[in-house]
Nanobody
């Protein structure tokens, strides 16, 4: 199995920055696409940014130009650098990874437990 652990959330003022990390551990044969989602109170979970194993990225329109996703394949870690934060970025941020735990198994999606980001003055 693959475990994902997010860190780096917290309280930040509007206009500030935060960097989220998501470390994958356990039995990992391969990590494919890694994705950050977020869910604000009363809203559906939405995709924020994704990065392929080769480094191709894609962003939600609401964060493009403000957020940067990156990954360190040696550390099995994905990052989300968030800048120019707004109140509407307040949400629980979840890490998702498509991974194979063993060469004999199909890939599947794994989720972290989430980390709270609150943007408020």
């Amino acid at each position: 199995q693959v475990q994902l652990v997010e860190s780096g959330g917290g309280l930040v003022q509007p206009g500030g920055s935060l960097r989220l990390s998501c470390a994958a551990s356990g039995s990992i044969f391969s990590l494919n696409v890694m994705v950050w989602y977020r869910q604000a109170p009363g809203k559906q979970r939405e995709l924020v940014a994704l990065i392929s194993s080769g480094g191709t990225t894609n962003y939600a329109g609401s964060v493009k130009g403000r957020f940067t996703i990156s990954r360190d394949n040696e550390k099995n870690t994905v990052y989300l650098q968030m800048s120019s934060l707004k109140a509407e970025d307040t949400a629980v941020y979840y890490c998702n990874a498509n991974a194979r735990a063993d060469w004999r198994l199909n890939s599947k999606d794994y989720w972290g437990q989430g980390t709270q980001v609150t943007v408020s003055s």
